[in-house]
């Protein structure tokens, strides 16, 4: 059982590691390539992008020919796409080889939360998960400290190959170790669904990121937008009418579960914002170097590590409608703490508002991820998971198109039409300007999120404990 476990644990740790690691070296990754924000984003948001359109079909490929060979292969095409992400020559290949890491990662995650219930008998599930839990949250710790040592000893490629040994030694091993599962038998998959839902996603995050440039946005930025928006009404219409849609949108009609859903996408949003702009404050205007960068930025997934745990316990005592909306506006504080950062800022100044930020974030999601999963029907727990992990890649996709899109226009504003690649110096107060905005903003969208979980229960929307 222990060595199934270590094996599931290693994937969760390696692809939440990675994720983390690679945000820190963002700033190094443009300075080598010499390219502007809105094309260095993308190194993060392809990755986001191809989980968040993914991960549904996965988990319908994983039932039908069993979840041990998807997440086997899935560690191999991890391992794979991270070593072409090490010897990527310019920055599209370095996207494109994100793109199958991604696959990889969204493989693992579609099947890691059913591979551990297969792993722990039903009295010992909690205790799985929790496990899992504090590999995630290890991962997410380790990975700026990690991440910052090897941009100061070596540079931004070594991130990418730390993976690639533990995924090429880990494929055979799960292929024979983990335990094996019936399929499901084949059933009708939705292509036109995932494909409409793919092409919505692509295109309004590409929108968003060409809008950035220092031009603005232009009539085909528009109507990419508008396009993307008409193919989701699109889709909205096209899984109403099948048996077995992709996206099951009849969870949607309970309130518990929209207001879930909506609070999840908007929470991640709120902490994707600043895992892509703090960094580069860090960077540019303080001047850190690699490790210490990463020690700021560990205050984070630290808090959470140690605030989760308790935060979950909390929400089986008083519900999840206080936790969630305290969260949301502990976020919120501290993004607007942050907001308020001047060029002469200490490195510890920033960590303490980081952690606060962590600290909201703690105290949101294991009350709301309770919520939804403790008010669907037990046949639908597995789907609503799937969903969970879905809003939670669409608010960090989101997240840093929005950010990206934010600070580029307002650096643009403020420094006569500059992308951040030409930062010098002589343009730090440009920089603080757009900081400060576009933090402002968000912060707007986390007190909108705020109000939007505090309607859990206000108008009876909190689920009953134990729905079957």
Request: net charge positive; hydrophobic share 55%.
């Given at each position: 059982m222990w060595l199934s476990f270590l094996i599931v644990a290693a994937g969760v740790f390696m692809s939440t590691m990675d994720g983390s690691m690679v945000n820190i070296a963002l700033p190094a990754i443009m300075d080598e390539l010499q390219a502007p924000l809105r094309s260095t984003e993308w190194v993060v948001m392809i990755y986001l992008l191809t989980?968040?359109?993914t991960l549904l079909f996965w988990g319908y490929l994983a039932d039908r020919i069993g979840r041990r060979r998807i997440y086997a292969v899935g560690m191999l095409v991890f391992a794979l796409g991270s070593l072409a992400c090490f010897l990527?020559?310019?920055?599209?290949?370095?996207?494109?080889?994100r793109l199958g890491q991604a696959l990889g990662a969204a493989m693992?995650?579609?099947t890691g939360p059913a591979m551990v219930k297969e792993i722990?008998?039903?009295g010992q599930?909690?205790?799985?998960?929790g496990l899992i839990g504090i590999a995630v949250s290890l991962g997410l710790m380790a990975g700026p400290a990690i991440g910052g040592f090897l941009l100061d000893a070596f540079s931004w490629r070594a991130i990418f190959l730390v993976t690639v040994p533990v995924g090429l030694a880990l494929f055979a091993p799960a292929l024979r170790l983990l335990p094996p599962d019936r399929a499901a038998g084949w059933r009708r998959f939705d292509a036109a669904g995932a494909m409409l839902w793919l092409l919505a996603l692509t295109a309004i995050v590409v929108a968003l990121s060409r809008a950035s440039a220092p031009k603005g946005a232009g009539a085909s930025d528009l109507l990419l937008l508008a396009g993307g928006i008409l193919i989701l009404g699109l889709l909205v219409k096209v899984e109403l009418l099948v048996s077995h849609p992709f996206l099951p949108l009849h969870l949607f009609r309970e309130g518990f579960f929209s207001i879930g859903m909506a609070s999840a996408v908007l929470s991640f949003v709120l902490l994707f914002t600043v895992l892509l702009l703090i960094p580069f404050y860090l960077d540019r205007i303080l001047g850190l170097s690699g490790t210490h960068l990463g020690l700021v930025m560990m205050a984070t997934p630290a808090t959470v590590l140690v605030v989760a745990p308790i935060a979950g316990r909390l929400a089986d005592r008083i519900g999840?409608?206080?936790?969630?909306?305290?969260?949301?506006?502990?976020?919120?504080?501290?993004?607007?703490?942050?907001?308020?950062?001047?060029?002469?800022?200490?490195?510890?100044?920033?960590?303490?508002?980081?952690?606060l930020m962590g600290f909201g974030q703690a105290l949101f999601l294991s009350p709301n991820s309770a919520s939804v999963l403790g008010g669907v029907d037990k046949h639908y727990v597995g789907t609503a998971s799937a969903l969970l992990a879905t809003a939670r890649n669409l608010g960090m996709l989101l997240g840093i198109a929005q950010a990206g899109l934010l600070f580029s226009l307002f650096f643009g504003a403020y420094s006569g039409g500059l992308d951040l690649h030409l930062f010098s110096p002589a343009h730090t107060g440009a920089f603080m300007l757009g900081l400060n905005h576009?933090?402002?903003?968000?912060?707007?969208?986390?007190?909108?999120?705020?109000?939007?979980?505090?309607?859990r229960?206000?108008?009876?929307?909190?689920p009953p404990s134990g729905r079957s």
């Amino acid at each position: 059982m222990w060595l199934s476990f270590l094996i599931v644990a290693a994937g969760v740790f390696m692809s939440t590691m990675d994720g983390s690691m690679v945000n820190i070296a963002l700033p190094a990754i443009m300075d080598e390539l010499q390219a502007p924000l809105r094309s260095t984003e993308w190194v993060v948001m392809i990755y986001l992008l191809t989980i968040t359109a993914t991960l549904l079909f996965w988990g319908y490929l994983a039932d039908r020919i069993g979840r041990r060979r998807i997440y086997a292969v899935g560690m191999l095409v991890f391992a794979l796409g991270s070593l072409a992400c090490f010897l990527a020559p310019q920055l599209r290949w370095l996207v494109l080889a994100r793109l199958g890491q991604a696959l990889g990662a969204a493989m693992m995650m579609a099947t890691g939360p059913a591979m551990v219930k297969e792993i722990f008998p039903p009295g010992q599930l909690g205790r799985g998960l929790g496990l899992i839990g504090i590999a995630v949250s290890l991962g997410l710790m380790a990975g700026p400290a990690i991440g910052g040592f090897l941009l100061d000893a070596f540079s931004w490629r070594a991130i990418f190959l730390v993976t690639v040994p533990v995924g090429l030694a880990l494929f055979a091993p799960a292929l024979r170790l983990l335990p094996p599962d019936r399929a499901a038998g084949w059933r009708r998959f939705d292509a036109a669904g995932a494909m409409l839902w793919l092409l919505a996603l692509t295109a309004i995050v590409v929108a968003l990121s060409r809008a950035s440039a220092p031009k603005g946005a232009g009539a085909s930025d528009l109507l990419l937008l508008a396009g993307g928006i008409l193919i989701l009404g699109l889709l909205v219409k096209v899984e109403l009418l099948v048996s077995h849609p992709f996206l099951p949108l009849h969870l949607f009609r309970e309130g518990f579960f929209s207001i879930g859903m909506a609070s999840a996408v908007l929470s991640f949003v709120l902490l994707f914002t600043v895992l892509l702009l703090i960094p580069f404050y860090l960077d540019r205007i303080l001047g850190l170097s690699g490790t210490h960068l990463g020690l700021v930025m560990m205050a984070t997934p630290a808090t959470v590590l140690v605030v989760a745990p308790i935060a979950g316990r909390l929400a089986d005592r008083i519900g999840s409608r206080l936790l969630t909306t305290a969260g949301m506006l502990l976020s919120s504080t501290g993004l607007l703490l942050l907001a308020n950062l001047t060029p002469g800022q200490q490195p510890w100044e920033v960590a303490w508002r980081m952690a606060l930020m962590g600290f909201g974030q703690a105290l949101f999601l294991s009350p709301n991820s309770a919520s939804v999963l403790g008010g669907v029907d037990k046949h639908y727990v597995g789907t609503a998971s799937a969903l969970l992990a879905t809003a939670r890649n669409l608010g960090m996709l989101l997240g840093i198109a929005q950010a990206g899109l934010l600070f580029s226009l307002f650096f643009g504003a403020y420094s006569g039409g500059l992308d951040l690649h030409l930062f010098s110096p002589a343009h730090t107060g440009a920089f603080m300007l757009g900081l400060n905005h576009s933090l402002l903003i968000t912060a707007g969208i986390g007190l909108a999120g705020a109000a939007i979980s505090w309607r859990r229960e206000s108008e009876g929307l909190e689920p009953p404990s134990g729905r079957s």
